[in-house]
């Protein structure tokens, strides 16, 4: 075949995706129209990945996993914006880790508002200003973020689906010679995931500023010839400042969970995971008693993290299977007077 006629071919298949893209948007409208009339959600976490996972497990092309993530994600949210577009609240700034956790789940022609705390994201989602709302909830580096505990523990929202984004930042800056810059922008969690690197360059002595986001790290070094920023790339590109290295975290495997929040809850899906809050008294034995029955239900705890609040012990818990499981409602009920239920949701196939 020739290049012209390989051409033609693509330009035959793509007329055809439209034509099959559009009756696809026909019977979404269509399911719109019946979930309007019984109030039902139009985002339904476990029927996407149910979709997914089909698709996967049929392919036999050139398409990997992650290539049919990506079209068929972004393909579900312009169904979900035409259908009924809704807000997406997110732990800002623009081109955050939480923005592109965001935009993974909810692609790219949804409303985003960048919201400047955790409880304010969760504020939002509550007052109906969003519908959505993307927080973090865990870093492989550092462990549980506090402010999200706190937040599911005070807010009557759910958790509806986990996202985990790798999370890589870069050292940009427009300063060409790295032994002049004075100064480092960037989150302080962010210059210890990056020890090493600044201690091999020489960086670990100048003046280190932390800032509320690695997204504005960027935009401080922006205009300014001595200073840098360990930001995400994105953050680099969006606020034009030239990227001097890639990947310079010490953990190359750095992950990053988010959860997306909002005023439903989800069906089962037959992968899920239930996280869960346990206020306990602070007693001899009281976390064993509390955990003995999840062993004698087989029930497979995958994280168990400890906090203190007002006195008492709040233990965030996450265990395999859906809220509604049998086994599961058993535990749910005998406990009911500690336990608060934050969500069933689809597993992601990657923990941290």
């Known amino acids: 075949m020739t290049l012209d006629d390989l051409r033609n071919s693509i330009d035959n298949i793509d007329d055809t995706l439209l034509k099959l893209y559009n009756e696809r948007m026909d019977l979404v409208h269509k399911v719109g129209e019946l979930k309007n009339t019984t109030g039902a959600p139009i985002y339904r976490p476990e029927r996407e990945q149910s979709i997914l996972n089909r698709l996967k497990a049929q392919n036999s092309g050139k398409l990997t996993d992650v290539a049919i993530d990506a079209l068929f994600l972004e393909m579900f949210a312009v169904a979900r914006n035409l259908e009924l577009p809704e807000a997406v609240a997110y732990l800002g700034p623009e081109a955050s880790f939480t923005h592109q956790a965001a935009e993974s789940k909810f692609g790219a022609l949804s409303e985003y508002l960048a919201i400047r705390s955790i409880p304010g994201v969760f504020r939002e989602v509550e007052k109906g200003t969003a519908k959505f709302g993307v927080i973090p909830i865990e870093n492989s580096s550092n462990g549980i973020v506090t402010d999200t505990i706190n937040s599911l523990d005070q807010y009557n929202l759910k958790i ?4 985990v984004v790798d999370v890589h930042l870069a050292f940009a800056t427009i300063n060409e010679d790295i032994k002049s810059i004075q100064k480092i922008y960037s989150r302080d969690i962010a210059f210890g995931q990056c020890r090493k690197f600044l201690e091999d360059l020489g960086l670990d002595e100048i003046e280190h500023i932390p800032v509320e986001s690695t997204a504005k790290a960027a935009k401080l070094a922006q205009d300014d010839k001595n200073a840098a920023a360990l930001c995400p790339s994105v953050a680099a ?4 400042l030239p990227i ?4 310079v975290e010490d953990d190359i495997n750095n992950k990053t969970r988010f959860f997306i929040i909002s005023n439903f809850e989800n069906q089962p899906s037959g992968a899920d995971k239930t996280s869960i809050l346990a206020r306990l008294t602070n007693k001899p034995g009281s976390l064993v008693d509390f955990l003995n029955d999840f062993e004698k239900a087989k029930v497979n705890l995958t994280k168990i993290k400890s906090h203190i609040v007002e006195g008492k012990s709040l233990f965030f818990l996450e265990f395999n299977g859906h809220k509604d499981d049998k086994k599961i409602q058993d535990i749910l009920a005998k406990h009911k007077e500690v ?7 689809v597993k992601e196939t ?3």
């Open 237 to 240: 590109k969006i606020n034009n």
């Open 339 to 345: 336990i608060k239920v934050l969500g069933s949701y």
């Open 350 to 352: 990657e923990d941290i």
């Open 160 to 163: 509806i689906a986990e996202v």
């Open 244 to 247: 001097r290295f890639e990947n």
